[in-house]
């Protein structure tokens, strides 16, 4: 069976505070995954640890809820254990490129063919409102009452230096527009990154619904090149405006598993374990 709304029912209602962005993406991810026509069995989603985490609830799917800033690497032992899944990520901001930011890192340049669906909120949400690794300098947060310090993260440029080859910026409160980011993602061969300006309504009492639809707008509407990574480095640095789209695609790199010899006639799962000895594993490693 493939998966549809009906299988992703779960019955659990989410419990986000009224007018969150996570509903919009929520909606966005289920209309993405019932177009695509996954098999349910080859399905999983490994969830981060915040508000955007608890999605683990609320969608009915194989899924994994992993320690907070350790969903990549998860997924990538899923990927590489059976590469013949298809495999999503769903994560904070703050546990993408706060906690997790190695792995992020690491994640772009492997070229794991996993999609990763941050919501951006720009603060640590479930943990009420703590300044994030995306605030913008100066503001004013509970952990930062003076101004933050620091610069933020720019995630979509730092996805280009790490040689991302898919990356993309959605806004929750467009959901057919995110969806079809999301679904494009989940075709592209190699790691994809969809970063989803989501408004946290409680904490965030600046990056609005209203601030953003005053803002976004969508790269079509200027003929973006998609394949120039010097134009979309550029776009990066918008900050009156902020374009929302596909910045960035390469096709011709081969993805992780696809460089891994031992992968190409079959999955790890399917190689026969009944001759291998782990006594001797555990003699020759531990
Ligand atoms: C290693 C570790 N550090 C800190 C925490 C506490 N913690 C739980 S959720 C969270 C914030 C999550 O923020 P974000 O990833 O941006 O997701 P959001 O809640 O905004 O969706 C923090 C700091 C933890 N669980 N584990
Ligand atoms: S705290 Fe913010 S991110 Fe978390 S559910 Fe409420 S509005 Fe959403």
């Known amino acids: 069976m493939t998966t549809s709304e009906t299988t992703m029912k779960s019955p659990i209602f989410?419990?986000?505070?009224?007018?969150?962005?996570?509903?919009?993406?929520?909606s966005a991810i289920k209309k993405a995954l019932a177009e695509s026509n996954i098999p349910e069995e080859q399905l999983v989603v490994v969830y981060g640890v915040g508000c955007s985490g608890n999605m683990a609830d609320f969608i009915r799917c194989y899924g994994f809820h992993a320690l907070h800033g350790r969903a990549l690497p998860v997924a990538e032992a899923i990927k590489l254990a059976n590469h013949k899944l298809k495999v999503l990520v769903v994560a904070g901001?703050?546990?993408?490129?706060?906690?997790?930011?190695?792995?992020?890192?690491s994640a772009c340049r492997g070229n794991h063919d996993i999609t990763l669906l941050v919501h951006d909120n720009q603060v640590y949400g479930l943990t009420t409102g703590q300044a994030a690794p995306t605030t913008e300098h100066g503001r004013r947060t509970k952990t930062t009452?003076?101004?933050v310090i620091e610069m933020p993260v720019n995630p979509?440029?730092?996805a280009l230096t790490s040689d991302a080859t898919f990356i993309a910026r959605g806004y929750a409160g467009n959901i057919?527009?995110?969806?079809?980011?999301?679904?494009?993602?989940i075709n592209h061969k190699g790691f994809s990154l969809v970063d989803v300006f989501q408004p946290c309504v409680t904490f965030n009492k600046v990056n609005t619904h209203l601030?953003?639809?005053e803002r976004v707008y969508q790269l079509e509407t200027v003929n973006h090149d998609t394949h120039n990574k010097e134009k979309a480095w550029n776009l990066t640095f918008e900050h009156e405006k902020l374009p929302i789209g596909v910045f960035y695609e390469d096709t011709s790199e081969p993805s992780y598993s696809?460089?891994?010899?031992?992968?190409?006639?079959?999955?790890?799962?399917?190689?026969?374990?009944d001759n291998v000895n782990l006594g001797d594993v555990f003699k020759k490693f531990v």
Request: glycine share 14%; with cysteine; hydrophobic share 35%.
């Open 14 to 26: 989410p419990t986000w505070c009224p007018g969150c962005g996570d509903y919009g993406i929520w």
């Open 156 to 158: 979509v440029g730092l």
């Open 93 to 105: 901001d703050g546990d993408t490129y706060g906690e997790g930011m190695g792995h992020f890192i």
């Open 258 to 273: 696809d460089s891994v010899s031992l992968l190409k006639e079959k999955a790890l799962t399917e190689y026969p374990i």
């Open 145 to 147: 009452p003076f101004g």
């Open 176 to 185: 057919p527009y995110t969806a079809e980011l999301i679904k494009k993602a």
């Open 211 to 213: 601030w953003y639809q």
